[in-house]
Every structure is written in structure tokens, then in C-alpha cells.
């Protein structure tokens, strides 16, 4: 209804915001606000200067990841009636091969030899039931999603006879080879069922049901038989672009450890795991722990892991305070700050992201004037405090990431470009589909192996 001379017109958005009723509750609400020139001075003094190497120590190949997702109804008479369609592509650029990619005048990415090189372009799908579609004679949409998820995730991608490149067989990696569900995901009875590499599935004794390994990621919890199930196919879907990078660097790991020291692995989000499968976070926290403890026995700098967020409310926080900003400088996250500037939370949780975040975020503002959310992996092994020290102190000490954040900041200024905001080029060509899209499994190991890499 038309209020204050005003009419209900197409600005939908700024009537309703205007709404007193909306005001006077907004009011009553904390939420993030553009900081006032006093606030964003001050916050713009706690920020340093960006380390930056004379000569940066750049990756000689670069691992990124983009994923993206549909969940749509099959049919446009059957609303209801919900497919969820996951697909992961993967990008390898080669360092030495990089600047041929870029036109030295524009410094943009030249489409036609990225399109020469979209040839072998494989991305990693994965199809799941939604609402309203039992898979396989499943009794519920549920207990379909379950069986479609292990049948996938168990396949194996490595696309050749060569390698193996199977997600249950990280997931078991990840877990010291032994995954323990609580409770029968079908029927919901009290029983404990143990999951080894020789056995995958166990039927509920008191439902009939199977049981699978991947259960214990609890993905199908948010899947009813009618609701819209999109929410559901989003973790999967960031479940297993996570599981996939883990995959790669197992694989690499365990063919050549030096060769990681070498490369750097990017994710398009940030280093965590939400909702149903959280607990996953903490068994990749520990697994990068232990690459890197490798690492540093054979004398190498710690494995670069980058997540770059682009959206959310780091970003919103960012984009705010970039005016405050001198270019070059750079904050890391500490709860104390995000607390204070970002959660605008009163009381806040002991560490944040304790059950969700595997990784450090940084502000980073480039000499280009450019901003960033980066983040890199904790280099503990878990987040239990160490010698009396809160892992909210433990986690915001630079000290403890070694080269990871030189290193980082270094990557960024070389593929950041013009053309992208708050993108970086490997992201950005992993999202186009364009460039050296792979199969993942054996080339990428067989490439490395070519390299050389670790004789270097
Ligand atoms: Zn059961």
C-alpha cells in the first residue's frame, strides 16, 4: 500500500525498506552498516603492509576448481519433480605456459588460445534425485539419494586404466581407512556400522535397508520426498569440490610429495564445510597438516592452498571498507576483528567457524587497488588448544603459516587482472570452462611425473 505520498511502483526493494514498520524494526536489529569515516579509519589502521618477495616463489602449475549446480524440475508440468545435476570442472595451467595466454598490450586472457586449449575439456558430473524421483526402486527419495551418491562418489573418474581416481577412496584415505555411522540413515535406529575399504555397505538389521560408507556425510538429511531439495544439493555440491581437490593432492601426495611444494591448489569459496557434512573440515584440516609436515621433513616450502571468496559478507565488508584502504595492505581475519567489524555480534562463538572452517581468511588490498578475500589452510592438526592457548589466538598468528602468506599475495598480483574484480585468472578460466580443462586422475599425475617436478 502507497504510504508517505509515496507509490507502489516498480522499486519494490527501497519502498518496503522505507516501510515504517521496517524501519522501526531494523532499529531493534545489528547488522553490517557502511562504517562511519571515524570507524573506517580505524579499521584501516589495523591493517599492514602486504608482504611481497623480491623474487616471488610462484607455482609452477596451478590446480583450480570451479563448481556449479542446477535443480530444476524435469518437466515445466511437473513442478515438483526435481533432478539435481552437479559439475566440476578443473583447470591445470602450466606457469611457462601462462604468458602466451596473455596479451602483452591489454593484459587480458587472448580467447583464441584459450580455446584451442578448451579442446580436452572434461568436466566431473554428477546427477543426483530431488524431490518427487526415487532412483532405483528406493523407498524413499531419500534412501535413492543415498544409493546415487555412493554409486557416484564410488565411480571411478580417472577417465583411462592407468590411474584410480575414486571420491569413497579419499574419503576413506582421509578417515585412516575406517568411517563409522550411528544410526541407520533409513529407519533411524541406534546401531553402529563400520565402514573399511573392503566393506562399503551393511544392511540395518532392523530395516532391511543398505547402509553405505557415504552416509556418514550426512548429505541426505536435508532431502524429503516433496520439499524443494536445492539447499541439499549445494553442500553436496561444495562437499565434493572439496573432496575432489583433496583427491588431486592425494594423488600427487602419494606419487611424489616434492612435486606439491611446486603447486598450488584454487578454490573458488572459502576453506570450509557447511551444514550436514561439516565434519569434514577437520578431517582435510588434519590431512594437509600431515602433507605438509612431509613437506617440511624434505626441506619444502608448506603446499598453497588458496580459497578466494568473491561474495558473501567478508566481501560486502570488504567492498565497504576498500575506500579507506591505502592499495598494497593487508589484514588478517582474527575473530577479534570479525567480531567487532563484520558479525557485529555481542556474543560470539569461542572460535569462529570451530565445527565449519579448515582455513585463515586474509583482506587483501593489491597494489592495483584491487580487493580480495583470501584464504590458506591452519597449519595445525586440529583445533584442540595447544599449551593453553585458544585456537582463535593460535590460528591469527602470521608466524604460523611460514611462506603460505608471501606466497599467496604474490600469486594474486600475478593473476590478477583487469579484467576480472576480485577474481584471478585461474578461477575465472575455471569458471569459462576455457583452458586446459582436464580429466582428472591421470593427467594431471602424468603430467607432473613428465615435469619432472620434483628433480628441481
Ligand atoms: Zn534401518
Given at each position: 500500500m502507497p504510504y508517505n505520498g509515496q507509490t507502489a511502483g516498480k522499486g519494490g526493494h527501497s519502498d518496503f525498506v522505507r516501510n515504517p514498520d521496517v524501519q522501526a524494526f531494523l532499529h531493534d536489529c545489528d547488522y553490517m552498516r557502511p562504517p562511519s569515516d571515524a570507524e573506517g579509519k580505524a579499521m584501516a589502521a589495523s591493517f599492514s603492509k602486504a608482504p611481497a618477495d623480491v623474487s616471488p616463489r610462484l607455482p609452477e602449475y596451478v590446480l583450480a576448481s570451479d563448481a556449479s549446480k542446477r535443480d530444476e524440475p524435469i518437466n515445466e508440468k511437473l513442478p515438483s519433480t526435481q533432478i539435481g545435476f552437479i559439475k566440476v570442472s578443473h583447470v591445470l595451467i602450466q606457469m611457462n605456459k601462462y604468458a602466451e595466454l596473455i596479451d602483452p598490450i591489454t593484459r587480458f586472457v587472448d580467447p583464441f588460445k584459450v580455446a584451442e586449449l578448451h579442446r580436452n575439456a572434461s568436466p566431473i558430473t554428477y546427477t543426483l534425485p530431488g524431490s518427487n524421483i526415487r532412483y532405483k526402486g528406493a523407498k524413499s527419495v531419500k534412501d535413492g539419494f543415498r544409493h546415487a551418491v555412493y554409486s557416484q562418489l564410488g565411480e571411478d573418474r580417472a577417465g583411462g586404466d592407468k590411474y584410480q581416481f575414486i571420491l569413497t577412496d579419499t574419503l576413506f584415505a582421509l578417515s585412516n581407512n575406517k568411517v563409522v555411522v550411528n544410526r541407520c540413515p533409513s529407519c533411524n535406529s541406534e546401531h553402529e556400522f563400520v565402514f573399511v575399504p573392503k566393506t562399503q555397505t551393511l544392511p540395518c538389521k532392523v530395516c532391511d535397508a543398505i547402509i553405505y560408507m557415504t552416509d556418514w556425510l550426512r548429505l541426505h538429511e536435508g532431502i524429503s520426498d516433496f520439499g524443494d531439495n536445492t539447499v541439499a544439493i549445494t553442500r553436496m555440491m561444495s562437499c565434493i569440490e572439496h573432496l575432489l581437490l583433496m583427491a588431486f593432492i592425494r594423488q600427487v601426495f602419494e606419487a611424489d610429495v616434492r612435486a606439491l611444494s611446486k603447486m598450488a591448489f584454487v578454490i573458488d569459496g572459502p576453506l570450509a564445510i557447511f551444514g550436514q557434512p561439516a565434519k569434514l573440515h577437520a578431517r582435510i584440516m588434519a590431512f594437509l597438516f600431515t602433507v605438509n609436515l612431509k613437506l617440511a621433513e624434505l626441506k619444502k616450502e608448506p603446499l598453497l592452498v588458496l580459497g578466494l571468496q568473491k561474495t558473501g559478507e567478508v566481501m560486502d565488508h570488504a567492498n565497504m571498507m576498500s575506500r579507506f584502504l591505502p592499495s598494497g595492505v593487508l589484514r588478517i581475519l582474527d575473530d577479534d576483528y570479525r567480531n567487532k567489524?563484520?558479525?557485529?555480534?555481542?556474543?560470539?562463538?569461542?572460535?569462529?567457524?570451530?565445527?565449519?572452517?579448515?582455513g585463515q581468511d586474509f583482506l587483501f588490498k593489491t597494489e592495483r587497488g584491487r580487493i580480495f578475500n583470501f584464504a590458506i589452510p591452519y597449519m595445525h592438526p586440529n583445533k584442540k588448544n595447544e599449551n593453553g592457548a585458544n585456537f582463535a589466538q593460535l590460528k591469527a598468528d602470521p608466524k604460523a603459516y611460514g611462506s603460505l602468506i608471501v606466497r599467496a599475495c604474490d600469486f594474486i598480483r600475478h593473476f590478477e587482472l583487469d579484467l576480472y574484480d576480485s577474481s584471478i585468472v585461474p578461477v575465472a578460466l575455471a569458471h569459462r570452462h576455457a583452458s586446459i580443462s582436464i580429466t582428472p586422475g591421470g593427467k594431471v599425475l602424468d603430467i607432473i611425473t613428465k615435469a619432472g617436478l620434483s628433480r628441481t
Open positions: 567489524y563484520i558479525k557485529g555480534s555481542d556474543a560470539p562463538a569461542a572460535n569462529f567457524g570451530n565445527e565449519t572452517y579448515f
